[in-house]
């Protein structure tokens, strides 16, 4: 069983930084498109940001300019570096590793919280 290790969660005020790790099984890491999604109390999850294994990223639009992911190949682990926080960005983070091929592997960590409020 891949096991994904989230951390990083938190208690942020509005305008905050934070910053999720997610440690990945070295055996997938390297090929593997690894993502952060979260899903907010009464939504659904949606993909906050994804990053292949040659570094190239995509993002909600919601989170362009402020949330940066990157991958750490040696360490097997991905990053999301969240800037600017607000309100709205409140929800369980979830990190998540898909293989390139559909049907060929799609796993979750377990959740981290990150909440803004004053």
């Known amino acids: 069983q891949v096991q994904l290790v989230e951390s990083g969660g938190g208690l942020v005020q509005p305008g905050g930084s934070l910053r999720l790790s997610c440690a990945a099984p070295?055996?997938?890491?390297?090929?593997?498109?690894m993502g952060w999604y979260r899903q907010a109390p009464g939504k659904q999850r949606e993909l906050v940001a994804a990053i292949i294994s040659g570094g190239s990223a995509n993002y909600v639009d919601s989170v362009k300019g402020r949330f940066t992911i990157s991958r750490d190949n040696a360490k097997n682990t991905v990053y999301l570096q969240m800037n600017g926080l607000t309100p709205e960005d409140t929800a369980v983070y979830y990190c998540?590793?898909?293989?390139?091929?559909?049907?060929?592997?799609?796993?979750w960590g377990k959740g981290t919280l990150v909440t803004v409020s004053a």
């Open positions: 998540n590793a898909r293989h390139p091929v559909g049907g060929f592997g799609n796993y």
């Open positions: 070295g055996s997938i890491f390297s090929f593997y498109i």
